[in-house]
């Protein structure tokens, strides 16, 4: 079985940081992409940035410049560096990855959620 779970959420002011980590745990042969989404109240689920397993990144127009994500394959973790924030920023975080596990299962996995509330 395979896990991700998500920290670092949490209540920020406009302009803040604020940095959100992903672990993934268990029968893991390869990580493919990992990335990170987002749900406001009221809206789709929205892709925020992604990373592929050779580092190479993409992000959102609404967060390029502002947001980093980073990885570490050796300890199966992505991450997300949040600056400037913006109230509009305010959503529940999701970590993704593709795994292939051991198996041979190749599978998208989501994290449990985080919540960023971005207020003053």
């Known amino acids: 079985q395979v896990q991700l779970v998500e920290s670092g959420g949490g209540l920020v002011q406009p302009g803040g940081s604020l940095r959100l980590s992903c672990a993934a745990s268990?029968?893991?042969?390869?990580?493919?992409?990992m990335g990170w989404y987002r749900q406001a109240p009221g809206k789709q689920r929205e892709l925020v940035a992604v990373?592929?397993?050779?580092?190479?990144?993409n992000y959102a127009d609404s967060v390029k410049g502002r947001f980093t994500i980073s990885r570490d394959n050796a300890k199966k973790t992505v991450s997300l560096q949040m600056s400037s924030l913006k109230p509009e920023d305010t959503a529940v975080y999701y970590c993704?990855?593709?795994?292939?596990?051991?198996?041979?299962?190749?599978?998208?996995?989501w994290g449990q959620g985080t919540q960023v509330p971005v207020s003053s």
């Open positions: 268990g029968s893991i042969f390869r990580i493919n992409n």
């Open positions: 990373i592929t397993s050779g580092s190479t990144t």
């Open positions: 993704n990855a593709d795994i292939i596990q051991w198996s041979g299962v190749l599978g998208a996995y």
